[in-house]
């Protein structure tokens, strides 16, 4: 299993954020099947503020070009990216074209 650690912002703006938590209640069907389709086993998204964290373990082999690229021949996988980017923007760290950051492990705790 891999880990990665992504990072996102919210627009600031309380009632798109409270529609955004909401629609994370329960996300569509397709998406779910689709995540686990191509080898996302586990994945959480936490808030602070604006800034959205993801934790995403994946499977050994997991690409994530090959899933960007599985996502964009889904028509289900593009309404949702397209609904989801009403609320978010990108930090102001992340390179034109992208949408979630990686994020760079600085410390992890000794056995």
Same mark, same amino acid.
């Given at each position: 299993?891999? %880990?990665?650690?992504?990072?996102?912002?919210?627009?600031?703006?309380?009632?798109?954020?409270?529609?955004?938590?909401?629609?994370? +209640?329960?996300?569509?069907?397709?998406? !779910? &099947?689709?995540?686990? +389709?191509?080898?996302?086993?586990?994945?959480?998204?936490?808030?602070? /503020?604006? %800034?959205?964290?993801?934790?995403?373990?994946?499977?050994? /082999?997991?690409?994530?070009?090959?899933?960007?690229?599985? /996502?964009? !021949?889904?028509?289900?996988? +593009?309404?949702?990216? &397209?609904?989801?980017? %009403?609320? +978010?923007?990108?930090?102001?760290?992340?390179?034109? /074209?992208?949408?979630? &950051?990686?994020?760079? %492990?600085?410390?992890?705790?000794?056995?």
């Amino acid at each position: 299993m891999n %880990r990665q650690c992504l990072a996102l912002d919210l627009k600031d703006d309380p009632v798109l954020m409270a529609e955004y938590e909401r629609l994370h +209640q329960q996300i569509w069907p397709q998406i !779910s &099947a689709h995540l686990r +389709q191509h080898g996302v086993l586990d994945m959480q998204i936490w808030r602070l /503020g604006t %800034r959205l964290f993801m934790v995403m373990d994946t499977a050994p /082999g997991f690409s994530t070009e090959a899933f960007a690229r599985a /996502g964009a !021949s889904e028509p289900k996988v +593009q309404e949702w990216e &397209a609904l989801m980017w %009403r609320f +978010q923007q990108p930090t102001p760290w992340t390179k034109p /074209g992208e949408k979630w &950051a990686p994020m760079k %492990r600085i410390f992890s705790l000794p056995p």
